[in-house]
């Protein structure tokens, strides 16, 4: 009787994420328009540049984790699950050479550049002492910024606030931010994401994460953790990111949403 119950709960599971096919579960609305004044193949390009920079500096300070890394080696698995539910957020996915790497340093952070370019702080990892789970609900937030366009979006409206474009000119091909794109890759990594692209990327993460088997739960325990982190340094990430009941308490809103995809996915495990 438990195995024929654990079966219909499974096909249950497997049924409505059918059901939805690639269909988000979450809801965050479309995409900024204005993400497309900036060239996305040329902010891609200066974001390879960006990223080959940072690790080559990482390098020569030997602090780049080599291949076989343990902590490495496991960012890497949890991408490979995650990457093949990210074309459904943005069909430039399906092209990006995604990148994984890991740089040792005390300080709290992780990112996701424009193109798939990943990085982990080991800070992040070992201060936090993060699950495969959690990290996967952090890997899951930052790609989705990349997914979503955030960067392309803030550039945009930075670029045209400096140089004193009206949006009206923006729209109608006054302005040429595309000859700019290839120069703003050192601001890739300084962005200040806006709270409603902070709720996207929470909601977008759960969801990737979800759909790759990662428990949903994950993402609240996460936060929770990051509420307690406190002291001098390594907090980077909650300076772009702030924790605090609100957070928590939509990713709580939304886990009914996304708990069907993860059962799926642990019943095709």
């Not at 809801?27 to 204005?34: H, M, N, P, Y």
């Not at 490979?80 to 074309?87: D, K, S, V």
């Not at 794109?181 to 969801?207: I, P």
Request: charged letters at 20%; hydrophobic letters at 45%; one cysteine or more.
């Amino acid at each position: 009787m438990h195995g024929q119950i654990v079966r219909r709960r499974v096909l249950l599971a497997l049924g409505l994420a059918l059901a939805g096919g690639a269909r988000a579960q979450v809801e965050v609305g479309k995409a900024s328009s204005l993400a497309r004044l900036v060239p996305a193949a040329q902010l891609e390009q200066a974001a390879r540049q960006q990223y080959a920079q940072m690790l080559a500096q990482a390098r020569a300070q030997r602090a780049l984790a080599p291949d076989g890394h343990p902590q490495l080696v496991k960012l890497r698995a949890i991408a490979r699950r995650l990457i093949p539910h990210t074309a459904q957020w943005n069909p430039r996915a399906r092209e990006w050479h995604w990148e994984v790497n890991l740089i040792g340093s005390t300080e709290v952070n992780a990112f996701c550049m424009p193109g798939g370019k990943i990085a982990f702080y080991s800070g992040i990892l070992d201060r936090l002492q993060l699950t495969d789970d959690e990290t996967a609900m952090v890997m899951g937030h930052e790609m989705a910024h990349a997914l979503r366009e955030h960067a392309r979006e803030r550039l945009a409206k930075t670029q045209a606030t400096s140089l004193g474009i009206t949006l009206g000119a923006l729209l109608l091909g006054l302005g040429d931010l595309g000859r700019a794109a290839a120069d703003l890759g050192g601001q890739l990594l300084t962005l200040q994401f806006s709270r409603s692209d902070e709720s996207e990327a929470d909601l977008v993460g759960l969801e990737l994460a979800a759909r790759a088997g990662f428990d949903p739960q994950a993402s609240v325990a996460l936060w929770r953790k990051m509420q307690q982190v406190t002291g001098k340094g390594g907090i980077g990430f909650l300076s772009t990111h702030p924790s605090g009941p609100d957070r928590i308490r939509e990713l709580q809103r939304n886990l009914p949403k996304v708990q069907p995809l993860y059962e799926a996915a642990r019943g095709r495990g």
